[in-house]
């Protein structure tokens, strides 16, 4: 059964940093077309943070670029999502999609609150 699984959102003071997850399983890791960070603000559609490629390029919306980080881990079927100095307005649930042989499967997202 193809899932994946993120983790790593939580509460976290402006300026923090946070490092979140997505575990597959049950899909071809190393040989998806693209895996994914997006994130949906309340009251917001859901955007586009990064991707990431299986050769390691990654791909970066203008917002996200200088803050954020993706990498992926092929021996732990994993990718990852670095975020630094964390603003009120990066507040949202963040969901890792990975898209392979014409499918684009969804996580259950883990929410990140930016707060004082």
């Known amino acids: 059964q193809a899932q994946l699984v993120e983790s790593g959102g939580g509460l976290v003071q402006p300026g923090g940093s946070l490092r979140l997850s997505c575990a597959a399983s049950g899909i071809p890791f190393n040989s998806t077309t693209s895996m994914g960070w997006y994130r949906q603000a309340p009251g917001k559609d859901r955007e586009l943070v990064a991707l990431i490629f299986n050769n390691g390029d990654a791909k970066y919306v203008n917002s996200a670029k200088g803050r954020f980080s993706i990498s992926r881990d092929n021996a732990k079927n994993t990718i990852y999502l670095q975020i630094r100095s964390l603003q009120p307005e990066d507040a949202a649930i963040y969901s890792c999609?990975?898209?392979?042989?014409?499918?684009?499967?969804w996580g259950q997202g883990t929410r990140v609150t930016v707060s004082s």
């Open positions: 999609n990975a898209k392979f042989s014409g499918r684009s499967i």
